[in-house]
């Protein structure tokens, strides 16, 4: 029928996006397994992510302590990536700095704009990102103990493309990359040790496992004409 079809259409929708948070994560510990140095990791994490169609650009910033803040992009990639080169960005006070990027450096956690058209704080950039085909986006920190600080952000082709649901997986996301960053030999700035990638793909295949089946969870309590078959995906995907 018709309202089954419906239903069904709501439960494919929820399940992508469910699965995005999911696919940052994998695309997060294949990136770390794949650099060697810091830049390295940055730039295979934005290759990987700009590759998919729903991302009209995704970018790594370091977020600077001049006087202006600035967030400098480092690392770019996806078809509208001339964005973070030509977009104003900040980590203070101004609308400039109140944007996703900024926010999630000043509070240290993950921050998202479900819909650029309508979201206040995306005003400074609404017409910049429009566009470029932006509707959406998500900005995750990435803060070390000590040191530079530095920000991954994706932006999205369509609206809500980043469910709030979600963010304890871009939390993870978030503490992984930075633990990442901290794992950087001091004395080799750029050579991430043996026993810290050990290390780190242990607690990844562990994260990703409970990721997999907190999401499975998640989007089964969306719709339960999906019931079972998440916890059956999530075996096989482990």
Same mark, same amino acid.
């Given at each position: /029928?018709?309202?089954?079809?419906?239903?069904?259409?709501?439960?494919?929708?929820? %399940?992508?996006?469910?699965?995005?948070?999911?696919?940052?994560?994998?695309?997060?510990?294949?990136?770390?397994?794949?650099?060697? /140095?810091?830049?390295?990791?940055?730039?295979? %994490?934005?290759?990987?992510?700009?590759?998919?169609?729903?991302?009209?650009?995704?970018?790594?910033?370091?977020?600077?302590?001049?006087?202006?803040?600035?967030?400098?992009?480092?690392?770019?990639?996806?078809?509208?990536?001339?964005?973070? /080169?030509?977009?104003?960005?900040?980590?203070?006070?101004?609308?400039?700095?109140?944007?996703?990027?900024?926010?999630?450096?000043?509070?240290?956690?993950?921050?998202?704009?479900?819909?650029?058209?309508?979201?206040?704080?995306?005003?400074?950039?609404?017409?910049?990102?429009? +566009?470029?085909?932006?509707? +959406?986006?998500?900005?995750?920190?990435?803060?070390?103990?000590?040191?530079?600080?530095?920000?991954?952000?994706?932006?999205?082709?369509?609206?809500?493309?980043?469910?709030?649901? =979600?963010?304890?997986?871009?939390?993870?996301?978030?503490?992984?990359?930075?633990?990442?960053?901290?794992?950087?030999?001091?004395?080799?700035?750029?050579?991430?040790?043996?026993?810290?990638?050990?290390?780190?793909? =242990?607690?990844?295949?562990?994260?990703?496992?409970?990721?997999?089946?907190?999401?499975? /969870?998640?989007?089964?309590?969306?719709?339960?004409?999906?019931?079972?078959?998440?916890?059956?995906?999530?075996?096989?995907?482990?």
């Amino acid at each position: /029928t018709y309202h089954s079809i419906d239903a069904l259409k709501r439960a494919q929708i929820s %399940l992508e996006r469910a699965n995005m948070a999911l696919r940052i994560l994998v695309a997060t510990h294949e990136a770390i397994s794949e650099g060697k /140095t810091q830049a390295g990791i940055f730039w295979a %994490l934005v290759q990987r992510i700009g590759q998919w169609p729903e991302c009209a650009c995704v970018w790594i910033g370091e977020a600077r302590n001049d006087d202006e803040k600035r967030i400098v992009p480092i690392a770019w990639a996806g078809s509208a990536s001339d964005f973070a /080169t030509s977009a104003e960005l900040r980590w203070d006070d101004s609308p400039y700095g109140c944007g996703p990027s900024g926010t999630c450096i000043k509070t240290g956690s993950p921050s998202l704009i479900s819909d650029v058209r309508e979201e206040e704080s995306s005003k400074p950039w609404r017409e910049l990102s429009e +566009s470029f085909g932006i509707r +959406s986006g998500i900005s995750i920190p990435i803060i070390p103990d000590d040191g530079p600080k530095y920000l991954l952000h994706i932006a999205g082709r369509s609206p809500q493309l980043f469910p709030m649901e =979600d963010s304890g997986t871009y939390e993870m996301i978030s503490k992984v990359l930075a633990f990442t960053v901290r794992s950087i030999d001091t004395e080799f700035r750029y050579t991430l040790s043996e026993s810290a990638r050990t290390e780190m793909a =242990d607690r990844l295949q562990k994260a990703m496992q409970g990721s997999i089946a907190a999401l499975a /969870t998640v989007v089964e309590k969306r719709d339960p004409y999906t019931s079972g078959h998440q916890h059956r995906v999530a075996e096989l995907a482990v």
